[in-house]
């Protein structure tokens, strides 16, 4: 049953992501200042969004049915998005959040107790984005999407999935302690969405930026592996450590950036797990806590530029710190 759903679900989200992106990439070639107002609608609906989508996930306990919604959705508003762009980029983004919450419950619900098969099913996302550009510059019709989104759709509602049962909680914690831990996890994963972006301004051309999302998704998939071998200390707050002295250097190689990022990426699955630690009976709220803190990333991003090399490495600094310490809350 693992083989297959995280196969299935693996592949959706790099097909969903790219279907996303060829919709935002179509009208921001086309206008750049619209193409960004209706990247801010997309994203807030796909990621800020997603805690209101867990939250109702986590009540119906019906993940595979969100996900097919998702699908068709999904399908929907790329039908719509050429003459009627606001509905279609809304309709897009919701599609996309409950997408990700649906299949990342089912993933989930594979083996709770591990972040391996969370960040390998994850770490598809970025190179979906990437087909997604090359589908909108190479003038992909929308009805190849609509086809593949049928046969997605199709294989999800005939593969036997995991039950969505909920976990018990194993760690009872009070209130401080809680919201203390859920907003270092937070911080990390806001830290590791705004470091991608002063991480790019090392890249170059369209071969280096796909040495960048490669290794990025590489980083995802393994990160639980090596989490779950080595531990938090080894397996991922030396090498956090090791990738800002990577950074340091990366204005001298493209490779020192490419690997920096990727070791950056190894957090993803394991601070999603911690969401997951402290939020058993809600993997759906948990998941969209961790998009809404990918989203506040964005925001400031767009908003401030890149941080520069001092502030990204005292960004660094904290995110390791709050891996660090909140890992070692839940698991102490």
Excluded at 124 to 129: A, F, P, R, Y
Excluded at 252 to 265: D, E, G, K, L, Q
Aim: aromatic share 16%; charged share 10%.
């Amino acid at each position: 049953m693992i083989s297959r759903n995280l196969t299935l679900f693996t592949i959706s989200h790099a097909v969903i992501d790219m279907v996303c992106m060829w919709a935002m990439f179509f009208i921001f070639a086309a206008n750049p200042y619209e193409g960004l107002k209706f990247a801010v609608i997309y994203n807030f609906f796909a990621f800020a969004f997603q805690p209101l989508v867990g939250m109702f996930a986590d009540t119906v306990k019906k993940p595979k049915e969100i996900t097919l919604v998702g699908y068709v959705l999904t399908a929907a508003g790329i039908m719509l998005f050429p003459k009627f762009n606001v509905a279609g980029a809304v309709i897009i983004g919701i599609a996309n959040a409950m997408f990700h919450v649906g299949a990342g419950i089912i993933v989930y619900n594979l083996n709770p107790n591990t972040p391996k098969w969370q960040g390998v099913y994850i770490s598809s996302g970025g190179v979906g984005l990437g087909l997604g550009a090359l589908a909108a510059k190479a003038g992909l019709s929308n009805i190849y999407f609509f086809a593949a989104l049928i046969v997605l759709f199709i294989l999800t509602l005939f593969i036997k999935t995991p039950a969505a049962a909920y976990a018990v909680q194993r760690a009872k914690f009070n209130k401080n302690i809680f919201f203390g831990i859920l907003i270092l996890v937070m911080t990390a994963i806001f830290i590791r969405s705004l470091s991608s972006f002063d991480i790019g301004v090392f890249v170059n051309g369209a071969v280096q930026k796909w040495y960048l999302i490669l290794f990025v998704a590489l980083g995802k998939a393994v990160g639980g592996f090596v989490y779950e071998k080595l531990g938090l200390l080894k397996g991922t707050v030396l090498p956090l450590i090791l990738a800002g002295v990577l950074f340091l250097l990366a204005e001298y190689s493209f490779y020192f950036a490419v690997m920096s990022a990727a070791i950056i990426s190894m957090t993803t699955g394991v601070t999603l797990y911690f969401l997951f630690l402290l939020m058993p009976r809600r993997p759906g709220l948990a998941f969209g806590f961790n998009c809404l803190a990918l989203f506040l990333g964005l925001m400031i991003f767009m908003l401030a530029g890149t941080m520069g090399t001092i502030v990204t490495i005292s960004l660094l600094v904290i995110l390791t710190l709050s891996v660090f310490i909140s890992g070692g809350k839940l698991n102490g």
